[in-house]
């Protein structure tokens, strides 16, 4: 979580808005205006073992991530635009070297999300859910239904989980896909029995054979003491159906 990462690193700068760890180096996300920052040792609060990227490809975007994955041997991170410039995704075999641009949809969208699932990188936006082709070298929206439906909750919530990849939608849709095939299970995390339940998840976890949702309430309140509904999902078979 974010909070769990306050306590590696703290700067009056700005926030932190991801991390990653990859080929012996911890690596954190600044946003798309400050640069990311990287260290091979952690384990100290020492500013000066941290190291702010400086690089300058790709017009100095190379510098600034918003989201970070690894996926096989390769790093991969998603930059959102700022005045005058475009959103960008990279990828690069050593982030302290250099990184090679890739389009996601337009340019002037935000990125919610990056998710590595089925050895495939997966880049949320706040309009569509985009899925990396290896063969074509590019993403493809799988969710064009949300082009005209822009949220920046959409895809900002993810886990893959026994071959799924599971996510969210703004405000009570909750997606599940494996590869080929998309199903809505928003209906599994809401009762009309409980007004003070919804089904907005805020954040999705797992252990070895469940899995978790963090469910919000309906009252409007984003404060730490509002109250919210922990979810286990499980299949269960029995005979030829499959039930939740």
């Known amino acids: 979580s974010i909070a769990e990462r306050s306590f590696l690193k703290t700067d009056s700068t700005g926030a932190f808005t991801d991390m990653m760890s990859f080929k012996g180096n911890l690596y954190l996300a600044r946003g798309s205006a400050t640069a990311y920052e990287f260290t091979a040792n952690p384990n100290t609060l020492l500013s000066n073992t941290w190291t702010v990227s400086a690089l300058t490809g790709n017009g100095n975007r190379d510098q600034n991530a918003n989201y970070f994955i690894r996926v096989r041997d390769v ?23 250099s990184w090679a641009e890739l389009a ?7 990125f919610t999300g990056l998710w590595a699932f089925n050895d495939t990188p997966v880049a949320g936006k706040v309009n569509g859910l985009w899925v990396y082709s290896r063969d074509d070298t590019q993403f493809f929206d799988i969710a064009p239904e949300y082009e005209n439906y822009s949220s920046t909750f959409h895809w900002s919530r993810a886990i893959a989980w026994r071959g799924w990849l599971y996510t969210n939608a703004d405000p009570q849709a909750t997606w599940r896909y494996d590869g080929l095939n998309f199903q809505e299970i928003g209906f599994l995390m809401s009762a009309p029995q409980f007004d003070d339940m919804t ?12 899995l978790f949702a963090l469910v919000d309430n309906t009252a409007a309140d984003d404060s730490v003491a509002e109250p919210t509904w922990l979810f286990s999902i499980q299949e269960v078979r029995i005979g030829q159906s499959l039930h939740w």
Do not use: C, E, I, M
């Open 75 to 97: 790093a991969w991170k998603v930059r959102n635009p700022v005045a005058g410039d475009n959103s960008s995704a990279a990828y690069g075999g050593d982030p302290t070297v």
């Open 199 to 210: 089904a907005r998840v805020l954040a999705l976890g797992h252990n070895s054979r469940q």
């Open 104 to 110: 996601v949809g337009n340019t002037f969208d935000n």
